[in-house]
């Protein structure tokens, strides 16, 4: 087993696909890993790891609805992280993500002001030897 925390540029309110940044960070854990899974864990209750869906989720939890959570202001974010997950897991082939064409890491950052945020990643393989 091997982890990392990962902490990614600040950004504010929108959908930024991430791969590239996440895979400069866990490249040593790649290495000499034949077959394994990424596990990804965003500690933070008003972003997600996901696909491309904020502007679906914009339509489902509208941002002028009245919040009972308003400690931070009238915040629809905690909401729409909860609806989407904190966490996502990828398959490793050869020392890659096994990723399809289309797909990629998404951190969706639901809050309007920029925020820098940390990531858990780990990858779980068995190795090569028996032990």
């Known amino acids: 087993m091997w982890q990392t925390e990962i902490t990614l540029q600040r950004r504010g309110k929108g959908c930024y696909l991430v791969t590239d940044e996440v895979l400069r960070h866990i490249e040593p854990g790649l290495k000499n890993v034949p077959a394994g899974m990424l596990f990804l864990f965003i500690k933070h209750t008003s972003a997600s790891l996901t696909a491309d869906m904020d502007m679906a989720l914009d339509h489902i939890v509208p941002e002028e609805l009245g919040w009972l959570h308003t400690d931070e ?35 969706t950052e639901f809050r309007r002001m920029e925020h820098a945020r940390k990531v858990v990643a780990t990858i779980m393989y068995k190795s090569a030897k028996l032990e």
């Open 73 to 107: 202001g009238p915040d629809v974010s905690h909401t729409k992280a909860s609806l989407v997950g904190s966490s996502i897991s990828i398959p490793i082939t050869n020392s890659r993500l096994n990723l399809g064409t289309w797909q990629g890491i998404y951190l």
